[in-house]
T-cell receptor
Framework: DAGVIQSPRHEVTEMGQEVTLRCKPI?????LFWYRQTMMRGLELLIY????????DSGMPEDRFSAKMPNASFSTLKIQPSEPRDSAVYFC?????????????FGAGTRLSVL | EDQVTQSPEALRLQEGESSSLNCSYTVSGLRGLFWYRQDPGKGPEFLFT???AGEEKEKERLKATLTKKESFLHITAPKPEDSATYLC????????????FGAGTRLTVKP
C-alpha cells in the first residue's frame, strides 16, 4: 500500500483565499483524522471521521474550517477565508478501528503558508 | 482532561551514549500508549504501542516501557540516524478513538 497520501505538499496563498487540502487514506481503513502541527501548540486533532461520518470536530478552530469525507477513499479539509495564523503543517492519518490496536498512520503532511 | 507531558524537550547525545526519554500521562483509563518518530518535513512514523503496565517492546536500539503513570523510550548506543523528534500519545479507554499527543523530545545524536 502507498500509505496515506496528501496533496498538495506545499501551499502558499494570500489571506482571504480559500484553501483545500486533500487526503487519501490507506485502503481498508475506516477512521480518518485531520491534525494541525505548529511549533507553539504541537500536534492537535482537528476532526475525526469513522466510516465517513464526522465523530468529533471539537478541535476545529472556528467556522472558517470545514471537513468532508464523501467516501472511504477521500477527504478534504477546507479553510475559507484563510488567515496568516492558519499557517501550519496539516496532517491526515488513518487507522483500522477495532477492539484491538488502533494505530494511526500519517501522511507526509501539507505545509500551508498564508501570507 | 487527558494530558501528556514529554521530557526533556531536547536531548543531545554522542554516538553510543545511551539515554531515556520520558512520557508522563494522565488519562481516564488507558487504552493504549503510542510512540512515534518524526523526521523533519515528514509525518509521524509509528514505533510502538503499549497497553498495560509492565509491558515492554523493542525495535533495534529502541525499547519502550510502560508504568501506570509514565512510559520511557530507552535508546541504547544511539547512532546519528536515530536523530529525530520522538512523540508520545495516549488513547483513552472510554470515548472516541482519537489520541492526545505530547509536545515531543527532539533528539540529536552527534557522531
Amino acid at each position: 500500500d502507498a500509505g496515506v497520501i496528501q496533496s498538495p505538499r506545499h501551499e502558499v496563498t494570500e489571506m482571504g483565499q480559500e484553501v483545500t487540502l486533500r487526503c487519501k487514506p490507506i485502503s481498508g481503513h475506516n477512521s480518518l483524522f485531520w491534525y494541525r502541527q505548529t511549533m507553539m501548540r504541537g500536534l492537535e486533532l482537528l476532526i475525526y471521521f469513522n466510516n465517513n461520518v464526522p465523530i468529533d470536530d471539537s478541535g476545529m478552530p472556528e467556522d472558517r474550517f470545514s471537513a468532508k469525507m464523501p467516501n472511504a477513499s477521500f477527504s478534504t479539509l477546507k479553510i475559507q477565508p484563510s488567515e496568516p495564523r492558519d499557517s501550519a503543517v496539516y496532517f491526515c492519518a488513518s487507522s483500522l478501528e477495532d477492539r484491538g490496536e488502533n494505530i494511526q498512520y500519517f501522511g507526509a503532511g501539507t505545509r500551508l503558508s498564508v501570507l | 482532561e487527558d494530558q501528556v507531558t514529554q521530557s526533556p524537550e531536547a536531548l543531545r547525545l554522542q554516538e553510543g551514549e545511551s539515554s531515556s526519554l520520558n512520557c508522563s500521562y494522565t488519562v481516564s483509563g488507558l487504552r493504549g500508549l503510542f510512540w512515534y518518530r518524526q523526521d523533519p518535513g515528514k509525518g509521524p512514523e509509528f514505533l510502538f504501542t503499549l497497553y498495560s503496565a509492565g509491558e515492554e517492546k523493542e525495535k533495534e536500539r529502541l525499547k519502550a516501557t510502560l508504568t501506570k503513570k509514565e512510559s520511557f523510550l530507552h535508546i541504547t548506543a544511539p547512532k546519528p540516524e536515530d536523530s529525530a523528534t520522538y512523540l508520545c500519545a495516549v488513547q483513552a479507554e472510554v470515548g472516541n478513538n482519537d489520541m492526545r499527543f505530547g509536545a515531543g523530545t527532539r533528539l540529536t545524536v552527534k557522531p
